[in-house]
């Protein structure tokens, strides 16, 4: 497609319960973010990808928190043991490199939502 | 570390007036300064970026310039209209932090009455 895709749009989970979060960045571009957005907390930083290695975890919450990215394409995030503080919209970008300054291109975001 | 402050929302404004989101940044090098945009049910979408101070950057109506004095980039509109209401995110992104990851502000909630 021509943009950054994610799925699922939504998704309703119990607590405990582990989710995996998808995105397909758009078609060349090397780099690839995971941000959070929540009422608490605004829109923060979770991993960066370049290519299949991430340089920069720094963001992640916890290590509940997961995401790997195979192919230099797709990447998954993964939740496990899932708590209510989890609950955020999920967003990925991706940029044509990260070694200029590039502009980042959002996808429409997983709603995560944990019972 | 680096941040990025905005002023507080909503801003309600009428159609076709004039408007001011304020945004400051703090940062330990030379970022990139950005806007995205969140219409409702959508996702972030670019609306303008500089990349240097004293640039200006535009798009929509909208203008922001870069600030190195006053290490700001407020965005403006001339006549707002009824469509532009949505959320507005100041974004920063600067090498100097190890990776191009964007550093947001809170986010500024506009609404224009017809």
Redesign the interface.
Known sequence: GAGVSQSPSNKVTEKGKDVELRCDPISGHTALYWYRQSLGQGLEFLIYFQGNSAPDKSGLPSDRFSAERTGGSVSTLTIQRTQQEDSAVYLCASSLDSFNTDTQYFGPGTRLTVL | GDSVTQMEGPVTLSEEAFLTINCTYTATGYP?L?W?VQYPG?????LL?A?KADDKGSNKGFEATYRKETTSFHLEKGSVQVSDSAVY?C?L?D?NS??????????TRLKVLA
Request: proline letters at 0%; aromatic letters at 24%.
């Open positions: 990139s950005f995205y959508e996702g972030l979408q670019l970026k990349t995110f974004a992104s090498l190890g990776t191009y990851k964007y550093i947001f502000g809170t986010g």
